[in-house]
């Protein structure tokens, strides 16, 4: 039986925001392909009073059911009918409080409590503001109208096209027809809102609470950038008149897409002088550009099914990265990438617990801790790769020839391959077929034979795996010769073993060349890693391939491939590196062995790293400069409170000074700002710990408040400890309860009270809004469970037999705990 299509919603909204109810009618005007007797929408958490179908002027009743665990509301039709239909349902429901639908976000002004009400509803959370068809591909136009007091902003996804006066001090606001777009895409929303708008682009605005907006005009610029920069890449015009950036208080992801009417966490659009830092400032424009893509990449060609939701957040996420490299090429954008984004999916794709990029059985996928590194992180990784394969400007003309094709449809993977394919001539369809079809991603060994590279491929896991999977390389290699020379070569690797002839010139190899391949690498030959590490040690090699050789043998150390001793000694050939990018992952790579290991592999990292710390930060000046590159911010940030945690006493003695004089309400860098809170804490008792209390209660920026929130997880007292979590429980907002505890599970001081405290509190904390509740296990359990496997598995496997609540993230930190376990026996002497 032919499905339905609809064709176009009228929405019209009365929303009580003292109540926290909402009056709903939706006239749903419908194409039946075949005749039809019943049509089956999706609703949840609504109360349907009428169904019926328009006939010219009259309104024929319609008996229906609603089926709540189906989420459906099933319209049993007069007689049969074939063609168009005009349904008319009325409906009442609730602004929730949970971050989902239709929901409610509360603020303070003067002292009083007010509410604003807006909409979430990526990926299946539509259904509960309105019936209707709740799947991406059922594209439609949308006519909204919301009645609400005179003193109220309306706001939707496209401009206002009339404004009608009601009594009792009360308006009707009607929106512009939308394109036809996915229900997961609309947006309505009302309160006290305050407007910006762009003096150089009308079309762009932004919306805040009452008094935020002067702290709007960075965000806006940086839109406006982004926006023309998109019009001109993708070739297509922004088609809405209009694009709001509305800043939402309580907002349990990053942002979202809506067409015409983007939300933010406030963090991720209002700039703060003198609390935002220049890590903040990237973040910002970083998430800004990352949301404008979506206007291309998701509102304008829509997956036809969630599954290929990577064709949404893949692009969205290395665009994101994209325009800001564009507008501000000085702030090491793509350095930043591999050390946040590659690696992060790197880390997340090397678990057995996994899945493909092309996630199967897509009818209902949940954005999550589970998933979300591999639809962006892993995503945008190999769109990276793609591009260094094809080259920027097929790369460029594969998209628009994707985008202009599939405007306002559907579209689904094969059709972006086929698109790269056409603008390339090269065999993009095959080789993305390997990628994105299947889990993991490939370990390359290298092996020399005199003239002859042999590289061989099998799937990398942290723990032991034999999938025989295969897959299409593009390796690029880059070639030292003994005269001081080197040279670049590409092959496609396609087989499980590939024969390369390097020349009988090659004193060295290096394979990832500029790090652009989704891939590790392992080199079997003793003296080919001697040649490359002397490249280290004199920097003759970039950064990025300085950041790769240590990185791949680190998670080969995490695997058992390596000896942690062999990644620690190869560590000295760093001993005076200055670039951002290995610095910042050697930080990183470090703080997980140390969070892991024994204590007197701990000893070990704390004597090699504190020294080392120290003296880059007292090279590059523990107090940040107007003048400095962009990456040195960053990275100080990062280094000051490793080097206070593994005992340097300058950068303890620097920070607490600092920390002294943020509590007597003097200045601090906002550059410094977090690691200075952090390193407070970390020194810090119960007087400490009420000053972050009052300095949270009072501040007025978001940015601050999460670095305060951060910092509560570094406190080493178990009294301190407990009363963090406690905070959490009682005081922290929804959206941000699992700050606190990410930070503290990378406290080793935390571990034994953090696993009591989960167990303890579970009935509280599975209230958590389910994105927040998986993040907070993630943390949990692979550090706290390390000094208590069985218990921690053993409760687990109780669980998951009661309720299905988080079940992937269970079992992908179950699986993060044995690798841990794992890394401490062998460390163990």
């Not at 990456?631 to 409170?641: F, G, H």
Request: hydrophobic residues 40%.
């Amino acid at each position: 039986m032919a499905e339905a299509t609809p064709l176009n919603y009228r929405i019209r909204l009365v929303p009580d925001l003292t109540r926290f109810t909402f009056e709903g009618q939706v006239e749903i005007r419908l194409s039946l392909p075949e005749p039809a007797s019943e049509v089956v929408l999706n609703a949840v958490e609504l109360a349907v009073w009428s169904c019926g179908v328009k006939r010219s002027d009259q309104l024929i009743p319609c008996a229906f059911r609603v089926e709540p665990k189906a989420e459906e509301l099933r319209i049993q039709l007069p007689e049969a009918v074939s063609g168009e239909v005009l349904l008319s349902i009325d409906y009442s429901g609730r602004i929730n409080d949970r971050m989902a639908g239709f929901y409610r976000s509360k603020y303070l002004q003067k002292g009083r409590s007010r509410y604003i009400a807006v909409t979430q509803f990526e990926e299946s959370d539509a259904r509960r503001a309105f019936p209707c068809m709740d799947h991406p591909a059922r594209k439609a136009t949308f006519d909204i109208e919301m009645e609400v007091g005179r003193g109220l902003a309306a706001v939707a996804n496209t401009e206002i096209k009339a404004q009608e006066v009601l009594r009792g001090g009360r308006k009707r606001v009607i929106f512009e027809t939308t394109p036809p777009m996915s229900t997961y895409l609309v947006f309505f929303g009302v309160g006290e809102f305050e407007r910006l708008q762009d003096p150089a682009d009308g079309r762009l605005r932004v919306l805040t609470l009452p008094g935020s907006h002067k702290h709007a005009s960075f965000g806006l610029e940086f839109g406006r950038q982004a926006l023309q920069f998109s019009e001109a890449y993708y070739g297509i015009p922004y088609p809405l008149s209009k694009l709001d950036l509305i800043a939402v208080p309580d907002f349990a992801f990053g942002a979202m897409e809506n067409w015409g009417a983007i939300t933010f966490r406030e963090n991720l659009l209002l700039h703060y002088p003198g609390i935002t830092s220049r890590s903040g400032e990237e973040r910002i424009c970083e998430v800004i550009a990352h949301e404008i893509a979506h206007q291309w990449f998701g509102n304008l060609v829509t997956p036809s099914d969630w599954k290929y939701l990577w064709l949404n957040e893949s692009f969205a996420t290395y665009f994101g990265y994209g325009v800001v490299a564009h507008f501000s090429p000085q702030w090491g954008i793509w350095q930043q990438f591999l050390n946040g984004t590659t690696a992060t999916a790197l880390n997340r794709d090397a678990l057995l617990e996994n899945f493909p990029i092309e996630i199967p059985g897509g009818e209902h996928l949940v954005i999550n801790t589970s998933t979300a590194p591999i639809i962006y992180n892993k995503g945008g990784s190999i769109l990276r790769q793609v591009e260094g394969y094809i080259g920027p400007e097929n790369f460029k003309r594969g998209l628009q020839r994707y985008l202009k094709t599939h405007a306002y449809r559907t579209a689904e993977s094969t059709h972006l391959w086929e698109a790269f394919e056409d603008a390339s001539d090269r065999p993009v369809s095959a080789m993305m077929q390997s990628w994105v079809e299947q889990p993991g991603f490939p370990l390359v060994t290298a092996a020399r034979q005199g003239d002859t590279l042999v590289l061989s491929q099998r799937r990398f896991t942290y723990l032991p795996s034999d999938s025989g999977q295969k897959w299409l390389i593009p390796v690029n290699l880059r070639i030292f010769t003994a005269g001081g020379e080197s040279r670049g070569a590409t092959v496609l690797m396609d087989a499980a073993e590939v024969r390369i002839d390097i020349g009988r010139d090659a004193a060295a190899f290096k394979l990832n060349d500029a790090q652009t391949g989704f891939y590790r690498v392992k080199y079997a030959d003793p003296e080919n890693l001697r040649q490359l590490g002397d490249r280290v040690r004199q920097k003759t090699l970039p950064p990025e391939d300085r950041w790769g050789l240590q990185n791949d043998l680190y998670a080969l150390a995490v695997a058992g491939d390596a000896g942690l001793d062999d990644y620690l000694a190869f560590l000295d050939l760093y001993s005076e590196e200055d670039a951002y990018l290995p610095l910042a992952s050697i930080a990183g790579n470090l703080a997980h062995a140390y969070l892991t290991a024994g204590p007197e592999t701990k000893a070990r990292i704390a004597a090699l790293a504190g020294p080392w710390f120290g003296a880059v930060l007292e090279r590059i000046g523990y107090e940040p400069r107007a003048d400095e590159p962009h990456t040195t911010a960053l990275l100080r940030d990062q280094l000051l409170v490793d080097a206070v945690q593994y005992g340097c006493r300058e950068v303890e003695s620097f920070a607490l000074r600092r920390f002294g004089d943020l509590r007597q309400g003097k200045a601090v860098h906002p550059d410094i700002l977090r690691s200075v809170m952090q390193a407070g804490a970390w020194h810090g008792e119960g007087q400490a710990l009420a000053w972050f209390d009052r300095r949270f209660q009072q501040s007025e920026s978001e940015h601050e408040r999460l670095n305060i929130l951060s910092a509560l997880g570094y406190f080493r007292g178990e009294g301190e400890i407990e009363k963090v979590l406690d905070y959490v429980l009682t005081t922290v907002p929804p959206r941000n309860k699992f700050i606190p505890v990410v930070a503290l599970a990378a406290n080793p001081f935390a571990a034994s009270i953090l696993w009591d405290w989960y167990v303890s509190s579970l009935s509280r904390i599975e209230q958590f809004h389910p994105m927040i509740y998986e993040r907070v296990i993630a943390a949990v359990v692979p550090a706290a469970g390390i000094d208590r496997p069985d218990v921690v598995r053993a409760f687990f496997a109780e669980y998951l037999q009661k309720t299905e609540k988080a079940r992937d993230v269970i079992r992908l930190s179950l699986e993060r705990l044995e690798i841990h376990c794992r890394m401490r026996q062998r460390c163990s002497p």
